[in-house]
């Protein structure tokens, strides 16, 4: 525990260089502004209820929280107070209304202080964290206050802070404070058990993020793009970064050299959904694909309705887009590391990737399997574009869905064995 009386000692530094970050950082700024005024908010609240228990859940980020819903969807509000927090200004700005819950409000940041101040004023029965965010002084001060805390679709794999062995005594006795570790696979398992030495609190749940997809997709009847993309054989290209556009754009080139002549004759769509919105780096990208002779449209102002390139400038609707396509491309493989493959999986896409997907057990599990490519090249790239005009070298659809509903059921595992 040397490392974390260390982190104890610099701490009052730490929380300096938060606020000075809060003049750089609109997002920072936004979260210590209204924490404490909303942590007020569910004080009060509390006062109200009688006999109900109380229940935190924690959700860094809009994917965690996706996590989140089916199991909250599952719960008796009649039995149970649920408060959400968030740490993003942004996911909470969107789903703060959101009647699954009773209430949200800001996670604080793991101080001592802060973190004594908020378990102790909320005082849950139970504490529920789900995929990575795991704080050190949270569980310290949960044990200190005997709230129980659970680690539901833990994401830990060999490339994790946990995994590092300087940090694996710390790890251990971390990790052990948790009353239930639920992992989505045995893979994540024996790793677990590496770190901790032992099982006697780590069960394969399997991981919630495939009951929400599912029932997404059971909800996903609206019509997001002109009508031409019902006709098209189309190739989507989600939640991407810079490195990824520059090989998209360079692997379009090569299979579609006259651009908008050579997708009208194939009958293909190009669907373009950038990870982050940026409206000057979607006006370059416009430029860009129209010196490859694409005329693309724009979601939020589709001028050309007969344009076989679209780019999404809307945030949110990705999981509902991949029931266009045929081929999908999931982003950021090359850099911070994929995002969510299930996601196109569910709709029996033929999923290409790239070389980092350590991350998501998931996506090495589908590719083991058999049912998704890794791209490592350029080359790969286009290979894999090429596939939309080989469609006996496309995946089985079926075989893909197939294996998205055999994996869900996570989320009434999980509240059956916590008592919810």
Same mark, same amino acid.
């Given at each position: 525990?040397?490392?974390?009386?260390?982190?104890?000692?610099?701490?009052?530094?730490?929380?300096?260089?938060?606020?000075?970050?809060? !003049?750089?950082?609109?997002?920072?700024?936004?979260?210590?502004?209204?924490?404490? +005024?909303?942590?007020?908010?569910?004080?009060?609240?509390?006062?109200?209820?009688? $006999?109900?228990? &109380?229940?935190?859940?924690?959700?860094?980020?809009?994917?965690? /929280?996706?996590?989140?819903?089916?199991?909250?969807?599952?719960?008796?509000?009649?039995?149970?107070?649920?408060?959400?927090?968030?740490?993003?200004?942004?996911?909470?700005?969107?789903?703060?209304?959101?009647?699954?819950?009773?209430?949200?409000?800001?996670?604080?940041?793991?101080?001592?202080?802060?973190?004594?101040?908020?378990?102790?004023?909320?005082?849950?029965?139970?504490?529920?964290?789900?995929?990575?965010?795991?704080?050190?002084?949270?569980? &310290?001060?949960?044990?200190?206050?005997? #709230?129980?805390?659970?680690?539901?679709?833990?994401?830990?794999? +060999?490339?994790?802070?946990?995994?590092?062995?300087?940090?694996?005594?710390? *790890?251990?006795?971390?990790?052990?404070?948790?009353?239930?570790?639920?992992?989505?696979?045995?893979?994540?398992?024996?790793?677990?058990?590496?770190?901790?030495?032992?099982?006697?609190?780590?069960?394969?749940?399997?991981?919630?993020? /495939?009951?929400?997809?599912?029932?997404?997709?059971?909800?996903?009847? +609206?019509?997001?793009?002109?009508?031409?993309?019902?006709?098209?054989?189309?190739? &989507?290209?989600?939640?991407?970064?810079?490195?990824?556009?520059?090989?998209?754009?360079?692997?379009?080139?090569?299979?579609?050299? @006259?651009?908008?002549?050579?997708?009208?004759?194939?009958?293909?769509?190009?669907?373009?959904?950038?990870?982050? #919105?940026?409206?000057?780096?979607?006006?370059?990208?416009?430029?860009?694909?129209?010196?490859?002779?694409?005329?693309?449209?724009?979601?939020?102002?589709?001028? $050309?309705?007969? *344009?076989?390139?679209?780019?999404?400038?809307?945030?949110?609707?990705?999981?509902? !887009?991949?029931?266009?396509?045929?081929?999908?491309?999931?982003?950021?493989?090359?850099?911070?590391?994929? $995002?969510?493959?299930?996601?196109?999986?569910?709709?029996?896409?033929?999923?290409?990737?790239?070389?980092?997907?350590?991350?998501?057990?998931?996506?090495?599990?589908?590719?083991?399997?058999?049912?998704?490519?890794?791209?490592?090249?350029?080359?790969?790239?286009?290979?894999?574009?090429?596939?939309? @005009?080989?469609?006996?070298?496309?995946?089985?659809?079926?075989?893909?869905?197939?294996?998205?509903?055999?994996?869900?059921?996570?989320?009434?595992?999980?509240?059956?064995?916590?008592?919810?």
């Amino acid at each position: 525990m040397l490392l974390y009386i260390i982190y104890i000692i610099i701490s009052p530094l730490l929380y300096l260089l938060v606020h000075i970050s809060r !003049l750089i950082s609109p997002k920072i700024h936004q979260h210590l502004l209204y924490e404490r +005024k909303l942590i007020k908010d569910v004080k009060n609240r509390i006062k109200e209820i009688n $006999h109900k228990k &109380i229940i935190l859940f924690h959700a860094t980020s809009a994917g965690e /929280f996706e996590q989140i819903k089916p199991i909250l969807n599952k719960i008796d509000k009649s039995k149970f107070f649920i408060i959400q927090s968030f740490t993003s200004p942004t996911i909470y700005a969107k789903e703060k209304n959101n009647l699954l819950f009773d209430i949200s409000c800001y996670h604080p940041y793991d101080f001592i202080w802060s973190s004594y101040l908020f378990f102790k004023a909320i005082n849950p029965h139970t504490y529920i964290i789900t995929r990575h965010d795991v704080w050190p002084t949270h569980m &310290i001060v949960c044990q200190l206050l005997k #709230i129980p805390c659970y680690y539901i679709n833990a994401n830990i794999h +060999k490339n994790s802070i946990w995994s590092y062995r300087l940090l694996k005594s710390f *790890s251990q006795k971390i990790l052990s404070k948790f009353q239930v570790i639920f992992v989505p696979s045995i893979r994540i398992k024996n790793l677990l058990i590496n770190i901790i030495g032992n099982s006697t609190h780590i069960e394969v749940s399997g991981d919630s993020r /495939f009951d929400q997809i599912i029932e997404r997709k059971e909800k996903n009847n +609206k019509n997001l793009l002109p009508v031409l993309y019902d006709k098209t054989k189309n190739i &989507i290209f989600g939640s991407y970064d810079s490195f990824d556009e520059s090989l998209i754009l360079k692997s379009l080139k090569e299979n579609f050299p @006259n651009g908008d002549v050579d997708l009208n004759k194939r009958d293909t769509g190009i669907i373009l959904v950038p990870h982050e #919105i940026n409206h000057q780096a979607i006006n370059r990208l416009i430029e860009k694909l129209k010196n490859q002779y694409m005329t693309p449209s724009i979601l939020s102002n589709p001028s $050309h309705t007969k *344009s076989q390139v679209i780019i999404i400038d809307k945030v949110g609707i990705l999981a509902d !887009l991949y029931k266009y396509a045929k081929l999908a491309y999931v982003g950021s493989g090359f850099t911070t590391g994929v $995002h969510s493959v299930i996601e196109p999986a569910v709709y029996g896409c033929t999923i290409g990737y790239g070389p980092k997907f350590e991350l998501l057990d998931e996506a090495k599990e589908m590719f083991e399997s058999d049912m998704s490519h890794v791209l490592k090249s350029k080359k790969d790239l286009i290979d894999f574009i090429n596939l939309i @005009n080989n469609p006996n070298r496309l995946y089985s659809k079926n075989k893909v869905i197939n294996y998205t509903i055999e994996s869900a059921g996570a989320s009434s595992k999980i509240i059956k064995r916590i008592g919810l």
